[in-house]
């Protein structure tokens, strides 16, 4: 059974820094791509940050410089660096794992961290 599960989220002040772990598991396949959303009381989820499996990354533009995303492969593992929090980032923050194969796509989505930024 497939599972996606996040960490490290929490309250932080504006600021500062928190890093997001997320971590994927019972996946036969090859991931192709990991990423992070994000959805805000009242908003759509949006993209934050993606990685693709050769390590090009994309981001959010209101993120950009700030947050970095990152993987290891090994462990099917994706993290998320924030720093120079501010509190428009309060939000849930979704881990998402697409894997592509010749059949058929998978996307599987973790549950969701919390993230609380302080003015």
């Known amino acids: 059974q497939v599972q996606v599960v996040e960490s490290g989220g929490g309250l932080v002040q504006a600021g500062g820094s928190l890093r997001l772990s997320c971590a994927a598991s019972?996946?036969?396949?090859?991931?192709?791509?990991m990423g992070w959303y994000r959805q805000a009381p009242g908003k759509q989820r949006e993209l934050v940050a993606a990685?693709?499996?050769?390590?090009?990354?994309n981001y959010a533009d209101s993120v950009k410089g700030r947050f970095t995303i990152s993987r290891d492969n090994a462990k099917n593992t994706v993290y998320l660096q924030m720093n120079s929090l501010k509190p428009e980032d309060t939000a849930v923050y979704y881990c998402?794992?697409?894997?592509?194969?010749?059949?058929?796509?998978?996307?599987?989505w973790g549950r969701g961290t919390q993230v609380t930024v302080s003015s």
């Open positions: 998402n794992v697409f894997v592509s194969t010749s059949v058929r796509d998978y996307d599987y």
């Open positions: 019972g996946i036969i396949f090859s991931i192709n791509t």
């Open positions: 990685i693709f499996s050769g390590g090009r990354t």
